[in-house]
């Protein structure tokens, strides 16, 4: 099971935001500016989105952006499109371990 | 651009040991860590451990008794053996590189993964 929660789904519009939140503990999330954010279409492999808590990759959309506060991190995207339709995993370095994972967030373009 | 592929038997019986292998294309594997991470079918994302050309490794502790990772920088491969495998080990298994950023002459790990293989389909069954 995960060490961090995250919401199990969300929702939006094309053109809208919607904001996925990653909680973990001050062992990870809230200890560490080590939070990513990966994107998966189904039967893909992971996509990094976002590293170092804010920082994008070289070829990421601008319309990523990540935030953390205390032990809660999030991931925005803005100006929703349909190819944003995946699901997103939050990950921190933790105390003990590398990585760990979020279970999570299936985001779905209505 | 790198690319990494991942092979090895698709399918392990219980109590065997599972053996992957991650061939890097494009870069040299000289120049990073590099990661296994496993996913069930429908489910979340699991770290299995890490590699460094140097031969350190760290391993996700739930997993550690079971798990060596080694690298041959001569072939740019490394590779994944999970001893005494079970059905909870069936999962999708990709390999990653660690992200690292190159400023003048220092070179600087972050604790994300940048590039991914495409996964290959272990099954654990008798």
């Known amino acids: 099971q995960s060490a961090l929660t995250q919401s199990r789904s969300v929702s939006g519009s094309p053109g809208q935001s919607v904001t996925i939140s990653c909680t973990g503990t001050?062992?990870?999330?809230?200890?560490?500016?080590?939070v990513s954010w990966y994107q998966q279409h189904p039967g893909k492999a992971p996509k990094l989105m976002i590293y170092?808590?804010?920082k994008r990759p070289s070829g990421v959309p601008d319309r990523f952006s990540g935030s953390k506060s205390d032990n809660t991190a999030s991931l925005t995207i803005s100006g929703l499109q349909a190819e944003d339709e995946a699901d997103y995993f939050c990950?921190?370095?933790?105390?003990?371990?590398?990585?760990?994972f979020g279970p999570g967030t299936k985001v779905t373009v209505l | 651009q790198v690319q990494l592929q991942e092979s090895g038997p698709g399918l392990v019986k219980p109590s065997e040991t599972l053996s992957l292998t991650c061939t890097v294309s494009?870069?040299?594997?000289?120049?990073?860590?590099w990661n296994w991470i496993r996913q069930p079918a429908g489910k979340g994302l699991e770290w299995i451990g890490l590699?460094?050309?140097?031969?350190?490794?760290d391993y996700n502790p739930s997993l550690k008794s079971r798990v060596t990772m080694s690298v041959d920088t001569s072939k740019n491969q490394f590779s994944l053996r999970l001893s005494s495998v079970t059905a909870a080990d069936t999962a999708v298994y990709y390999c990653?590189?660690?992200?690292?950023?190159?400023?003048?002459?220092?070179?600087?790990?972050?604790?994300?993964?940048?590039?991914w293989g495409q996964g290959t389909t272990v099954t654990v069954s008798s």
């Open positions: 990653a590189r660690r992200v690292v950023v190159v400023v003048g002459a220092t070179r600087y790990y972050h604790y994300a993964m940048d590039a």
């Open positions: 494009g870069d040299s594997i000289s120049t990073s860590n």
């Open positions: 590699i460094s050309t140097s031969g350190s490794s």
């Open positions: 001050s062992s990870d999330v809230g200890g560490y500016n080590s």
């Open positions: 170092d808590v804010s």
């Open positions: 990950c921190s370095y933790a105390d003990y371990y590398f990585f760990v």
